[in-house]
């Protein structure tokens, strides 16, 4: 009897799918706000700012890197991601930290001077998702400059 479905309800609803959209939005949830904490930002410009640096980043490194990455991000993340305009087809450039500062910068109409918080914060809340070796895998891509921004603080 409790399988039945309710009156109004669709049969077959896939209870499981259901918690999986449910643990989903609750994991993306607590990155933005473990990310609004680190950075001292709003939920909104928690979004902005990680879909902003992780979309410069994933511009400098290549491969199965991205994918590998994103792979260990929340899924509404990944859509997002999925949803920026020089996200896809664009080749991959090498540049250092003053060209990624400006790409950050423009996406989210700030100062250079307040970006390097920003990313930072960024990173250290995206490190707190993902495996250690998959950061690492993410350093060895980036040139001095970026990995120390990249790598944890000692």
Known sequence: MANQNLPGEQPGLDFRALRHESRAANTY??????????????????ERAAVAV?????????????????????????????E???????????FGRQQFFEMVANDLNKNLDEIEPIIRSVFMAVRSQ??????????DQLPSDLADLWRLPA
């Open 54 to 82: 992780l979309a410069a980043l994933e511009q400098r490194i290549y491969g199965e890197e991205v994918k590998d990455l994103e792979a260990q991000l929340p899924s509404k993340l990944r859509e997002l991601l999925a």
């Open 84 to 94: 920026v305009p020089h996200h896809e087809g664009k080749p991959q450039v090498k």
């Open 130 to 139: 993902i495996t250690e070796g998959e950061a690492e895998d993410v350093a």
């Open 29 to 46: 949830k607590a990155f933005l706000k473990d990310l609004s904490a680190m950075g001292n930002f709003d939920e909104a410009f928690a």
